[in-house]
T-cell receptor, first 114, second 117 residues
């Protein structure tokens, strides 16, 4: 069965600092991988996804993530945090060849301080 | 519509009452999903529809929970005899059928927040 682990339920950074949100997955075959963001009282918005090809994926708002098969990881990074990045971030996986059922991690709440 | 629409956005009910939550997916999206987001927890898969059929109901927590989809479009999630532990945000998502250029992105509504007193 697939599963997703996000290390750190809360991460706090200063404005302008590097953002690193960790995600590890468990899957018998390389899955599709996603990062979603949820702003307060809103639904989830796709940040980026990895399906095939280049392992470094760039998304919206300056975020990127790198798929590392050997480490079963898909960590999310942003070089310089902005106050507007404060939100909850979810890593998710889905099985290749199946329907689009996403299995989500527990989420990481990012706080950005001035 | 332009996006996934859910109603009501907020619902407060008394323990033991039945509630219905509605989801109107993006036009043309044949797949529809319900998730539950409880306070301090991640998203829990409830049920998946392809067209009007539900090949995966594995996430429904009890027989008090049911869902249907009609006309391949609108879906209703029904919770009977609500309990306090049912309090959560219920999120609906839709997607194109898998295949072709579709690689699994789900589009989410803003959710229905259910509070059971």
């Amino acid at each position: 069965a697939q599963s997703v682990t996000q290390l750190g339920s809360h991460v706090s950074v200063s404005e302008g600092a590097l953002v690193l949100l960790r995600c590890n997955y468990s899957s018998s075959v390389p899955p599709y991988l996603f990062w979603y963001v949820q702003y307060p009282n809103q639904g989830l918005q796709l940040l980026l996804k990895y399906t095939t090809g280049a392992t470094l994926v760039k998304g919206i708002n300056g975020f990127e993530a790198e798929f590392k098969k050997s480490e079963t990881s898909f960590h999310l990074t942003k070089p310089s945090a902005h106050m507007s990045d404060a939100a909850e971030y979810f890593c998710a996986v889905s099985a290749r060849g199946g329907y689009n059922k996403l299995i989500f991690g527990a989420g990481t709440r990012l706080a950005v301080h001035p | 519509g332009a996006g996934v629409s859910q109603s009501p956005s907020n619902k407060v009910t008394e323990k033991g009452k039945d509630v219905e939550l509605r989801c109107d997916p993006i036009s043309g999206h044949t797949a529809l999903y319900w998730y539950r987001q409880s306070l301090g927890q991640g998203l829990e898969f409830l049920i998946y529809f392809q067209g009007n059929s539900a090949p995966d109901k594995s996430g429904l927590p009890s027989d008090r929970f049911s869902a249907e989809r009609t006309g391949g479009s609108v879906s209703t999630l029904t919770i009977q005899r609500t309990q306090q532990e049912d309090s959560a945000v219920y999120l609906c998502a839709s997607s194109l059928a898998l295949g072709g250029s579709n690689t699994g992105e789900l589009f989410f509504g803003e959710g229905s927040r259910l509070t059971v007193l």
